[in-house]
C-alpha cells in the first residue's frame, strides 16, 4: 500500500514595512566640527581636509550636544569638548542613556503621525553608540506603556548594517507570527565619540558622522514595501578596515580609506554582484536603498553596479542633511523611497564591520 506524502507547508506570508518615522536633534554641528578638525591639522593636511570636506557630499551633522549659553558648539569655550582630556566613557554613557531613548521617542512619534502603532507585540532595537541596563529597548517599551508581554531583541554594536539586521528580524518574525506587529527603532548618537585625533584619516572618519533615529512597523499588511530575501557576506581579508573599538574616552571609529576600494572590488566580483541583486541586471532594479555611510561609498557602489547617476539619489540626500547616522542612516532612506513612486524590484544595501555586506531585497505593495 503506498504511502501517502506529506502535504507542502503552506509558504510564509509576505512581511511588510509599513512606514517609518524620523527624528534627528536641533544642534547642526557640520561646521563648528570642520573648522575644530582643519585646526588640528598642519598646512599639507588642511589642504587635503578642505578638499574632502568640500567634496563628502555633506551639508549638516546634528548633535544631541547642546549649544553653549553663548551659542557655541561642543568644541567651544564651556562646550563639552572644549578641554582635553575629553570627558571618558562613563560621562559619555550617562548622556547616552538620556538622549538615546529622548531620541527614539521623538522618532516614534513621526512614526505614529504616519500610520497607527497600536498592538505592538515586537520590539526591535538597534543601536552601537551607546551602553545601558536596563537597555534602552527596555526604557523605550515603559515611556510607550507598551505591555510587558511585548517581546523585544536588542541589536547592538553591528555598526551600520544593523538596520538590516533588525528589518529581517522583523521580517522573520512576521512569517513565522502573521498577527504580529513589529516596532523597529534604531538610534545612534555618534557624535558623543568625539576623538583629538591630529592624523587625517581619522578626522575625515569622523567628518561623517552625527546623530539620529528613526522608527518602522512592519506586519503582513499589505502596505509600504514587501520585505524579500536576505542576504549577507564577508569580504575576505577585511576584519580591519572598519572597527568600532572601547576606549577609556568614548568609542573610537577606525573608517580605513581602503573601504570604498575594497567595496567596489567586490561588487565588481560577477557572484557577489548576482548575490546583491538577486541574479537580476542591476540596469532592472529601480529601487536603491543604500547605507549613506559617505559620498565614496556610495560612488563606488554606482560604478561598481553601473547604475544611473540618479540611482542613488535618496541616499545621497540622506547624507547631504544628516550624514552618516550608523544604522539609523539606512531608515531614512527607506523614509525617502517610501514618499517616491512604486518599486518593482528594489535592493537594500549596507555595508559595516567585519567588512560585511547586509541587504535585501524589496518591492512596493500591490
Known amino acids: ?39 588640528r591639522t598642519d598646512s599639507r593636511s588642511t589642504k587635503v581636509f578642505d578638499r574632502m570636506a568640500s567634496r563628502s557630499g555633506i551639508a549638516h551633522r546634528w548633535s544631541v550636544l547642546p549649544p553653549t549659553a553663548a551659542g557655541g558648539s561642543p568644541v567651544d569655550d564651556a562646550g563639552f569638548y572644549a578641554t582635553e582630556p575629553h570627558p571618558g566613557t562613563a560621562a559619555r554613557m550617562t548622556l547616552y542613556a538620556e538622549h538615546a531613548p529622548e531620541l527614539a521617542i521623538r522618532a516614534i512619534a513621526a512614526l505614529r503621525d504616519r500610520i497607527a502603532i497600536d498592538g505592538i507585540t515586537h520590539l526591535v532595537v538597534a543601536s552601537c553608540t551607546g551602553f545601558v541596563a536596563p537597555g534602552i529597548d527596555q526604557i523605550i517599551a515603559r515611556r510607550l506603556g507598551l505591555s510587558s508581554s511585548v517581546e523585544r531583541l536588542l541589536i547592538g554594536f553591528m555598526g551600520c548594517y544593523a538596520a538590516i539586521v533588525a528589518l529581517r528580524s522583523a521580517r522573520h518574525i512576521v512569517r513565522s507570527e502573521p498577527s504580529a506587529r513589529v516596532l523597529v527603532v534604531t538610534v545612534e548618537l555618534s557624535t558623543l ?91 532592472s532594479i529601480d529601487g536603491w536603498a543604500v547605507h549613506a555611510g559617505g559620498r565614496s561609498i556610495l560612488d563606488a557602489v554606482e560604478h561598481a553596479m553601473h547604475l544611473n547617476p540618479d540611482a542613488l539619489a535618496a541616499s545621497r540626500r540622506v547624507l547631504a542633511d544628516n550624514g552618516n547616522m550608523s544604522s539609523a542612516t539606512l531608515m531614512f532612506v527607506f523614509e525617502a523611497l517610501l514618499k517616491g513612486p512604486p518599486i518593482g524590484h528594489g535592493v537594500a544595501l549596507a555595508f559595516g564591520p567585519g567588512l560585511a555586506a547586509e541587504g535585501f531585497g524589496f518591492r512596493s505593495a500591490p
Do not use: C, K
Request: net charge negative; no cysteine; hydrophobic share 50%.
Open 1 to 39: 500500500m503506498p504511502v501517502p506524502l506529506p502535504s507542502p507547508s503552506p509558504a510564509a506570508p509576505p512581511a511588510y514595512l509599513n512606514a517609518v518615522g524620523t527624528a534627528v536633534p536641533d544642534h547642526d554641528i557640520h561646521t563648528a566640527f570642520i573648522a575644530w578638525a582643519r585646526a
Open 193 to 283: 565619540h568625539l576623538q583629538p585625533a591630529n592624523d587625517i584619516e581619522a578626522l575625515l572618519a569622523m567628518l561623517q558622522f552625527g546623530d539620529g533615529a528613526a522608527a518602522a512597523l512592519v506586519t503582513a499588511d499589505a502596505a509600504g514595501f514587501a520585505l524579500e530575501a536576505p542576504f549577507a557576506a564577508s569580504l575576505p581579508d577585511s576584519e580591519t578596515l572598519i572597527r568600532w573599538d572601547v576606549t577609556d574616552a568614548g568609542f573610537a571609529m577606525h573608517l580605513s580609506g581602503e573601504v570604498p576600494g575594497r567595496i567596489a572590488a567586490a561588487l565588481s566580483d560577477a557572484a557577489f554582484r548576482t548575490v546583491v541583486s538577486d541574479g537580476r541586471p542591476p540596469e
